[in-house]
């Protein structure tokens, strides 16, 4: 192949979101084996007659010869709510299998920071540096993150930081609903089982998401919400902040950010004495 070629070739792959090398060699996947006899054996042997079972029990192979869709949400909200400790949560993220992020994710990026912090900050989901590292805003974003932080006297030991998605999307592209809604369970029982006392949603897509709101960022940001998880009683105060990846395209914007960092600040100082 001339030059020429190799570049439009590489340039086609970008394109697409092949923006990593994860091996020397490529794989080619349409070449791989056809699906395992195992799971040909599974599809034709009988489905249990006894009385009917929850998705989550039917093996994933029998429901999808069957022609059913995984319960993807039924079991991330099972998986999401079995886990009593953050360790477990973590664990219920490698084994489930209902996000297709996964598969082109080198690691888990569940969090970052003291659990104990009275701050929870939850952005996107991870890019190219923290898929790499497994740690949520450790890129060019993460570092301005840090400078935000710092500035109202904050580091990662006086946070919690997690994402909105725990594997990267490929080629940064944006998070789609159905993939924001499979890994919602499991952010849910993380809000739930850190208990901050301040949520700041870092970015339009946490705090649409969160807020189920369709207004962006601009007319989200700044106010204070009260968020409620299902099942949980009480509130937790919440903030809408912009996201520093947009601060670093927009720097004109920082001074509404400091605004919203000077309103973080003076609602930890009451929090935390309350
Ligand atoms: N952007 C995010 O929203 N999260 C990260 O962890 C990194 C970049």
Not at 55 to 76: F, L, M, Q, S, Y
Not at 236 to 253: D, E, G, V
Request: hydrophobic share 50%; proline share 9%.
């Amino acid at each position: 192949m001339d030059q020429e070629a190799l570049r439009a070739a590489l340039a086609w792959q970008l394109a697409l979101g092949a923006d990593e090398a994860l091996n020397e060699t490529a794989i080619n996947r349409f070449a791989a084996a056809p699906p395992a006899a195992a799971a040909v054996a599974a599809a034709s042997a009988p489905l249990p007659s006894a009385a009917p079972s929850p998705a989550a029990a039917v093996p994933r192979a029998i429901r999808a010869a069957k022609g059913t869709p995984p319960d993807t949400g039924a079991e991330a909200r099972q998986l999401a709510a079995a886990a009593m400790d953050l360790p477990a949560l973590r664990q219920a993220l490698e084994n489930f299998e209902g996000c297709g992020l996964k598969a082109t994710a080198s690691n888990l990026v569940f969090a970052d920071g003291n659990p104990a912090a009275p701050l929870m900050l939850i952005g996107e989901a991870p890019g190219g540096d923290e898929d790499r590292q497994g740690r949520p805003f450790v890129g060019v974003s993460g570092q301005l993150l840090d400078r935000m932080l710092a500035s109202i006297g904050l580091d990662r030991d006086a946070c919690y930081i997690t994402n909105m998605l725990p594997w990267r999307p490929p080629g940064n592209r944006q998070p789609t609903a159905a993939e924001l809604a499979a890994c919602l369970p499991f952010l849910q029982r993380h809000i739930a089982l850190v208990a901050p006392r301040v949520l700041v949603f870092v970015g339009g897509t946490s705090a649409k998401t969160l807020l189920g709101k369709s207004e962006g960022i601009m007319r989200l940001r700044g106010r204070w919400y009260d968020f409620k998880l299902p099942e949980v009683d009480e509130a937790i105060p919440a903030l809408a902040m912009f996201h520093p990846a947009y601060l670093l395209r927009s720097p004109a914007q920082k001074a509404l950010a400091w605004r919203d960092l000077l309103a973080l600040q003076e609602r930890l100082a009451t929090a935390v004495t309350a």
